[in-house]
């Protein structure tokens, strides 16, 4: 094991998978020489060519449509985009065509892509730099999204993502990227669990809060915080968010009876709407309370000094345990 | 080679169909062009034949799917009659190796790949997204987004940069498509990278109701040398100087020259699609004027003068064309649709949990009805 931050497990991934198949090629804005804007990518080029780590043009369309292409050669592109906001101008080409080309194709076609979005906010950064548009992927059919919360599951899923012959939007918590936890360098990926499968965060049964990306350890600490209370709750990484693994979900419910969806993006009709009716659906007869969602707020993202009141942070998690605990509107404390 | 000719202002549009480069006038007289010759001198009287026949099949072929839809056995039919040069001319000079990357119209490119009779029809049927297999012709699905393809063309030539070999792709288009920012952007990565790939631009003067002059005030050819990329601006209803053009950009890509793009000045004699109605919005005047610039008529015309072809060599290639219209038709009617459960089928490669489910239910609800 090796005490890794986010950004360098994912740099580790990115060398191990162009180190173990010449068809995995990395491109994106600033990937090269710079090493990336947040020198995620630092030396790969230098150690692997420009013709394996491919600095391209300022345009995110070109940069998604040109690996379509790519792959449609025969590699196995891996795209930078630089960050969330900036992924709307490849928006077609990833819903209508990374998405969609092995079903049009009936399967002759693979697209085994992986879009890498440094993603949502916290950090302070200017517009267009915090955002969370996961939930436009999740309601693509024939895209995997997925969502990194720790040094070690970077490593692992991103590999996974390079190895899936399906394309892969790999969410990067920015906020996370210089944090750091052990990481197993030689892990075997057959040994890993799939990408697809939530991990139980931490073991509890008062209530279950479900999370993922850099909202795992918000929500982690705020299970630290109600243990003071006496409360034991449980907290789900979902890592993958198509698809979504209610098994274990679903088992985390049946046990507490009560369970908080919390994440960053906005809340209509987004992930966390999606697992409260699949709750319901499965769950009703177990769950003593309604569901709780805490999410961002419906607006665009704010202006960073305002982010902490949109960011869903430990306080506003125990406010929505409150309620599914039935103990009235207070902050635990 | 290049296309160089300047405009100072866009008070004049875009210049008409006469400044063009060809090497067969209208009425089938042969006139020589001294780009063009060099890459042409070789086509033999069989060559020449060939390019006869698949521009007449072609034909045959776009009617009958005009008529499978007139008749309710199509959706949809997106007709290409008028541009069967430029799609035939330029499939001509491809080697088997070469990929194309086609939009919905280009029913006469596929043939030159050798698409089966099944292959034109099942998509406008409804009864595939795309029925042919792309490798067994090298030809990506049909592109209904306009212009996506020119990126995905880019991309694969990338790949072909990188294998150290040949291959060259083709991006085929019209006129409305080279307004979207995919085939701009392409056409950034393809100079940054020198990648070989061949831009088509089948202008046709419409993009559905939209005439040329709304996409552009300069000519499309003249775009291309903006962005370090040499382009030929040519009759796209001359089959010859189709192959000429095609074998120039081709013969570049493959001596490591990198993108060039070739702007076939054409016209889309019938609609868009068969849901068009193009008298509300072009005069039959300018059909008309089409009408005499036809490219079959042109090339027979030649052929004939030079006693390359006959009425019986004639004879032979509407019996070849009535057979492929024959075949085409039976694949469209005896198609059968495939079990629902089968549309589930394909939206990824490995298994996804959250689909399995809704698989499982719909298959299980369909399964109450039998009972």
């Given at each position: ?78 795209v ?42 916290g ?23 997925v ?24 969410f ?28 139980v ?24 915080a ?108 | ?10 008070t ?60 309710g ?113 392409a ?97 039959a ?10 490219p ?10 030079e006693?390359?072809l ?20 039976t ?7 495939r ?33």
């Amino acid at each position: 094991m090796t005490a890794l931050t986010l950004g360098s497990a994912i740099n580790a991934a990115l060398s191990k998978a162009l180190e173990s198949d010449d068809k995995v090629l990395l491109m994106g804005e600033d990937i090269g020489k710079l090493g990336g804007v947040f020198r995620v990518t630092d030396g790969l080029q230098q150690r692997f060519g420009a013709q394996r780590v491919i600095d391209t043009p300022l345009a995110e369309a070109g940069i998604v449509g040109t690996a379509v292409g790519l792959a449609l050669r025969g590699y196995r592109p891996v795209v930078e985009i630089q960050f969330d906001g900036f992924v709307y101008p490849a928006f077609d080409q990833i819903v209508c065509q990374v998405a969609k080309l092995h079903y049009r194709s009936n399967g002759r076609i693979r697209m085994p892509l992986v879009i890498r979005i440094p993603w949502a906010g916290g950090v302070g950064a200017a517009e267009h730099h915090s955002e969370s548009p996961e939930a436009y992927f999740v309601h693509t059919a024939g895209l995997r999204v997925v969502a990194a919360s720790n040094p070690q599951d970077a490593y692992v899923m991103l590999r996974q993502a390079v190895a899936s012959d399906d394309p892969v939007i790999f969410f990067e918590p920015k906020r996370l990227y210089h944090s750091k936890g052990e990481v197993d360098l030689d892990a075997d990926l057959a040994d890993a669990p799939p990408m697809h499968l939530a991990r139980v965060a931490r073991e509890g049964t008062d209530a279950t809060i479900v999370t993922y990306g850099a909202q795992v350890r918000t929500a982690l600490d705020a299970a630290l915080a109600a243990e003071d209370d006496g409360l034991s709750l449980e907290v789900i990484d979902l890592r993958s968010l198509s698809p979504i693994d209610m098994n274990t979900v679903a088992a985390s419910v049946r046990k507490t009876g009560r369970v908080v969806v919390t994440h960053e993006a906005a809340r209509e009709a987004g992930v966390g709407a999606e697992l409260v009716a699949s709750i319901t659906e499965q769950c009703f007869e177990y769950l003593e309370a309604p569901p709780q969602r805490v999410t961002g707020h419906d607006i665009p993202y704010p202006p960073s000094k305002l982010e902490k009141h949109h960011v869903p942070d430990l306080d506003r998690i125990l406010f929505a345990v409150d309620r599914v605990l039935e103990r009235g509107e207070g902050v635990l404390r | 080679m290049t296309y160089t000719q300047t405009q100072d202002s866009v008070t004049g549009g875009v210049p008409d169909e006469g400044d063009v480069l060809r090497v067969l006038e209208p009425d089938g007289a042969r006139v020589p062009d001294a780009t063009l010759e060099p890459w042409i001198a070789d086509l033999s009287p069989h060559e020449l034949r060939a390019l006869h026949r698949d521009m007449v099949l072609t034909r045959r072929l776009d009617a009958e799917g005009v008529a499978l839809q007139r008749q309710g056995q199509l959706a949809l039919w997106a007709p290409c009659r008028g541009q069967e040069a430029v799609q035939v001319g330029t499939a001509h000079a491809l080697a088997p190796g070469d990929f194309v990357f086609p939009s919905y119209r280009e029913h006469g490119v596929l043939l030159g790949r050798g698409a089966q009779p099944a292959d034109y029809v099942l998509a406008w049927r409804g009864e595939e997204h795309s029925a042919y297999d792309h490798r067994a012709i090298n030809a990506a699905p049909p592109q209904i987004i306009i212009g996506a393809q020119s990126l995905h063309a880019t991309g694969w030539a990338m790949g072909a940069q990188r294998d150290g070999s040949t291959d060259v792709a083709v991006a085929y288009y019209g006129d409305g498509a080279t307004s979207q920012g995919d085939v701009n952007e392409a056409m950034v990565f393809a100079s940054s990278f020198g990648a070989p790939v061949v831009f088509v631009c089948s202008n046709n003067q419409w993009a559905i109701s939209e005439p040329v002059t709304v996409q552009a005030k300069y000519p499309i050819a003249g775009r291309a040398p903006g962005f370090g990329i040499p382009s030929l601006r040519i009759d796209g209803n001359d089959a010859l100087a189709c192959v000429a053009a095609m074998r120039w950009a081709l013969d570049r890509a493959r001596r490591g020259e990198g993108p060039s793009f070739i702007e076939a000045v054409t016209y889309r004699m019938g609609p868009h699609t068969t849901s068009d109605d193009p008298t509300r919005y072009r005069d039959a005047a300018e059909v008309e004027e089409w009408t005499q610039r036809d490219p079959i008529a042109r090339l027979e015309a030649y052929l004939r003068a030079e006693g390359m072809l006959d009425d019986s060599g004639m004879a032979e290639v509407a019996r070849a064309a009535d057979a492929l219209a024959a075949e085409v038709r039976t694949a469209c009617i005896g198609a059968t649709t495939r079990a629902p459960e089968t549309m589930f089928d394909h939206v990824y490669a490995e298994p996804h949990a959250g689909l399995e489910r809704q698989r499982a239910e719909y298959v299980a609800y369909l399964e109450g009805f039998e009972k």
